[in-house]
């Protein structure tokens, strides 16, 4: 049974950039997708993007200039790196993986604050 | 702006059914599968329904669900307090290649 765990500052100043890790415990690397989303304080969720162990991926159109999604199977974990980050990305993220076509199971969330 | 529309709050007294709706287009509920995840307060979304109307083991049968063209639905019957929260469908969308969500619907037990 795979679980997922975030890790990562839970605070970023304006116009750098963010990094979170999940980590991946429990069942096969190569049988998932690895996602991120994200949820703002109070809002709903946004796909953010995904990579498969092979290194393809995926990314929201909306967020695709300023994420890399990156995976070290070495270590079993995929990062998230956003660049530029403002006000708007303060949200809570959370890694995900897909392996029918669903998201399941989900990590338990880290709260990443942009401010100065 | 969210890609599939869902109604932003819903309620019932417990024991009652309450549905909730999801609206999407041709490109996404259309021709994919719907999934609908539960958020409890202060938690993280978990499974509810997979591929339109599956219940993952430990789902109560007292969530179902439903697709028909461009619309989905989820329903709740036997209302009970520890099923409020939000909830939120989800499917592929062709034109913009990746996975999509309604804006979440949040539901109060009375």
């Known amino acids: 049974q795979v679980q997922l765990q975030e890790s990562g500052p839970g605070l970023v100043k304006p116009s750098e950039t963010l990094s979170l890790t999940c980590t991946v415990s429990g069942g096969s690397i190569s049988d998932y997708y690895w996602n991120w989303i994200r949820q703002p304080p109070g809002k709903g969720l946004e796909w953010i993007g995904y990579?498969?162990?092979?290194?393809?991926?995926n990314y929201n159109p909306s967020l695709r200039s300023r994420v890399t999604i990156s995976f070290d199977t070495s270590k079993k974990q995929f990062s998230l790196k956003l660049t530029s980050v403002t006000a708007a990305d303060t949200a809570v993220y959370y890694c995900?993986?897909?392996?029918?076509?669903?998201?399941?199971?989900w990590g338990q969330g880290a709260l990443v604050t942009v401010s100065s | 702006q969210s890609v599939l529309t869902q109604p932003p709050s819903a309620s019932g007294t417990p024991g009652q059914r309450v549905t909730i709706s999801c609206s999407g287009s041709s490109s996404n509920i259309g021709t994919n599968a719907v999934n609908w995840y539960q958020q409890l307060p202060g938690t993280a979304p978990k499974l509810l329904i997979y591929?339109?109307?599956q219940r993952p083991s430990g789902v109560p049968d007292r969530f179902s669900a439903s697709k028909s063209g461009t619309s989905a639905s989820l329903a709740i019957s036997g209302l009970q307090s520890e099923d409020e929260a939000d909830y939120y469908c989800?499917?592929?969308?062709?034109?913009?290649?990746?996975?999509?969500f309604g804006g979440g619907t949040k539901l109060t037990v009375l």
């Open positions: 591929t339109n109307n």
């Open positions: 989800a499917t592929w969308d062709d034109s913009l290649n990746g996975p999509v």
């Open positions: 990579i498969f162990y092979s290194g393809s991926s």
């Open positions: 995900a993986s897909v392996r029918n076509n669903w998201f399941d199971p």
